[in-house]
């Protein structure tokens, strides 16, 4: 059966989960992040990912944010949910709670830890794609997961009727592969894969200049400059993990931010001071009020 390649839209951020003083998800902050986003060129959202600090949810927490993120989405905004697991069982039940709640897509991560042969890699994808009826982009992140999937094994994947594509973040493995739609998993590569004629990105400084990467998709005879000219904002972004960077430039910016969770901590005064100066460059310092 020939499934339609799913318009999740070109620019997707990866979008953090505020956390209030006492370590519980902020809603209200969620929302306005969301709102934020969809104001400043996002075409949708990855819920409850790497960013979103995934990993310290909660299954109630987790479905929870889903469940917000669906019924508070601007007009028009993509929501897909990260459900992946190194249990093949939990992945596939957070993936059909997920998809219960009306998200418009899956992200489902290689099984991370136990580095499963692959074989196993695609017997768990498998079990995912029989979980949901849904559209399904896997993520290949083998410095997070210790294990790589190579181009001919993500085209293996994409035989399964509903995995449609990749967010690619070996950024050595870039390339288009048929059946499958591609998407930058590394904000620095997101001009090269728009070159290459994929689909967009999954990223994170989205948070602090989404503009920027929307004039990348709507002005290519721009897009080698724009490029260019975010290097500072990704250096000042990888002083910390990407949910406490972009956490700290949200809340320089006047938007609520808030706080991660443990094992990730907060930026310190060094890394809030790189992050600031990157800001105050760009005149973004205060802009926008919570």
Known sequence: MLVCMPEFGTVLTAAVTPFDANGAVDEVAFVRILEHLAATGSDGAVVCGTTGEASTLSDEEHLAVIELAVNERPDGFTIIAGTGSNDTHHACTLTSKASALGVDGILSVTPYYNRPPRRGIIR???????????????????????????????????????????????????????GLQLYAGNDDV?????????SGGILTATHVVGEEFKRMVNEPENRAAIHESLQPVYDALAVAPAASANKAALNLMGLPGGHVRLPYVDCDESETATIRAMLEDRGLVGVATS
């Open 190 to 198: 997101f001009a090269k894969v728009l070159d290459l004629g994929g």
């Open 124 to 178: 768990h994808f498998e079990e995912v794609a029989k979980s949901t009826e849904l559209p399904i982009l896997v993520y290949n992140i083998p410095v997070r997961t210790g294990t790589d999937m190579p181009n001919d094994l993500l085209a293996e994947l994409g035989q399964i009727e509903n995995i449609v594509g990749v967010k690619q973040s070996n950024d050595d493995n870039l390339a288009m592969i048929d």
